[in-house]
T-cell receptor, first 116, second 116 residues
Framework: SAVISQKPSRDICQRGTSLTIQCQVD?????MFWYRQQPGQSLTLIAT?????????ESGFVIDKFPISRPNLTFSTLTVSNMSPEDSSIYLC?????????????FGPGTRLTVL | SQELEQSPQSLIVQEGKNLTINCTSS?????LYWYKQKYGEGLIFLMM?????EEKSHEKITAKLDEKKQQSSLHITASQPSHAGIYLC????????????????FGQGTILTVHP
């Protein structure tokens, strides 16, 4: 399994500002992902955070709005830029970790973002 | 695109009762994940099913994947208030190479309330 921590756990931000969310894993993992969960909704994949190269974004998400860094195999950041109230969501990072009999995806505790 | 339908959307049961949550995919799956989420928090990994006909149990929770690998059920026996939360199924579809990209698509979730 993998133990994942996220910072901050929650924040309240003003419109037009940016927030960087950190994700730390207790072991080296190949695959790291960022998801968004809007109020009352299920999870939607934002992007795959690639170590040593640019993140791979899903349809509807762009790098200018959600820049992602992955400097090593245990850490990633997601920035929510130029925030608006529509960005109010829970942001979760996940990792694919080695498991038996197959790799398994684990999620962090989430960052609850409120934009005023 | 992969679509997952969960049913029911919400469930209210009396403590001690058994219950079942269903998850149906529009496509054959590489893997089917079940997670539990407390309100506003991260996802807790429950089980991952990969083989047709597979069944896994953990404590009082049993998950099954049908032979066609398109439908899964989560069964809770003798429910307790600690089982309350949102249950999410996540699908990892096959790609052209027959392996996984690790990107999960989620159902809309089932809200479970257990009355003592």
């Amino acid at each position: 399994s993998a133990v994942i921590s996220q910072k901050p756990s929650r924040d309240i931000c003003q419109r037009g500002t940016s927030l960087t969310i950190q994700c730390q894993v207790d072991s080296q993992v190949t695959m790291m992902f960022w998801y968004r969960q809007q109020p009352g909704q299920s999870l939607t994949l934002i992007a795959t955070a690639n170590q040593g190269s640019e993140a791979t974004y899903e349809s509807g998400f762009v790098i200018d709005k959600f820049p992602i860094s992955r400097p090593n195999l245990t850490f990633s950041t997601l920035t929510v830029s130029n925030m608006s109230p529509e960005d109010s969501s829970i942001y979760l990072c996940s990792v694919e970790a080695a498991g038996l009999p197959t790799d398994t995806q684990y999620f962090g505790p989430g960052t609850r973002l409120t934009v005023l | 695109s992969q679509e997952l339908e969960q049913s029911p959307q919400s469930l209210i049961v009396q403590e001690g009762k058994n219950l079942t949550i269903n998850c149906t995919s529009s496509k054959t799956l590489y893997g089917l994940y079940w997670y539990k989420q407390k309100y506003g928090e991260g996802l807790i990994f429950l089980m991952m099913l990969q083989k047709g006909g597979e069944e896994k149990s953990h404590e009082k929770i049993t998950a099954k994947l049908d032979e066609k690998k398109q439908q899964s059920s989560l069964h809770i026996t003798a429910s307790q208030p600690s089982h309350a939360g949102i249950y999410l199924c996540g699908a990892d579809p096959f790609n052209a190479g027959g392996t996984s990209y690790g990107k999960l698509t989620f159902g809309q979730g089932t809200i479970l309330t257990v009355h003592p």
